[in-house]
């Protein structure tokens, strides 16, 4: 049963891509969750894939009724289960002196049962990097803020009386009276004849 857990595990930690990146630091001890989404988990198998190896190794098993079974030659004083059933089910795994060949991938599978209908649910896991640090952020570069053109005034006085109210009008009239004399003189510049 735990080997169909583990290649299941491993198809899912393929395209596990909302895991939590943590950086304790050396020695610190780090607590990871595992949250029920239905009511219904009756146990945990908590897993881990180191980074110095890809195989999948097993770490411990706990269950509802706080019954722990430890995998081969992991340390029950290091690696610590509980069990709180408050307004949803979190099993949680507690590792102490985290060394550098801690550094891996840590997930659980829950094991679900409603009535007959068993289910095993994959939570998004953990990638644990102990002794080293989160990659820092590229400054922010700020861009100008887009400001709109803002009208100048022009420098130009025009001659004392003559205000641009004034002036334009009396431009417009003046063509009107140029165009209408023109359009006269040209009519009575034609010759007529008389029949």
């Given at each position: 049963m735990i080997h169909t857990h583990l290649w299941t595990f491993m198809c899912l930690w393929t395209i596990a891509s909302t895991m939590t990146i943590l950086y304790p630091s050396i020695g610190s001890s780090e607590t990871l969750n595992c949250k029920c989404p239905d009511h219904q988990c009756q146990r945990v198998f908590w897993y881990r894939i180191l980074h110095s190896n890809d195989t999948p190794q097993f770490l411990v098993?706990?269950?509802?009724?706080?019954?722990?079974?430890?995998?081969?030659?992991?340390?029950a004083t290091r690696f610590k289960t509980n069990t709180d059933e408050r307004s949803e089910i979190?099993?949680?795994?507690?590792i102490t002196g985290l060394q550098k060949d801690d550094a891996g991938f840590y997930s659980c599978l829950l094991n679900s049962q409603k009535q007959r209908d068993f289910k095993e649910l994959f939570p998004p896991g953990y990638y644990l990097r102990p002794g080293e640090h989160p990659p820092t952020l590229a400054p922010t570069v700020k861009t100008p803020k887009p400001t709109k053109p803002r009208l100048c005034r022009s420098n130009y006085q025009p001659p004392k009386g003559c205000k641009p109210l004034v002036l334009w009008p009396s431009?417009?009239?003046?063509?009107?009276?140029?165009?209408?004399?023109?359009?006269?003189?040209?009519?009575?510049?034609?010759?007529?004849?008389?029949?």
């Open positions: 098993f706990c269950n509802s009724a706080n019954t722990v079974s430890y995998g081969p030659g992991i340390s979190t099993y949680s795994l507690r431009v417009g009239v003046l063509l009107a009276l140029a165009v209408a004399l023109i359009s006269t003189l040209y009519y009575f510049s034609s010759e007529y004849t008389c029949k």
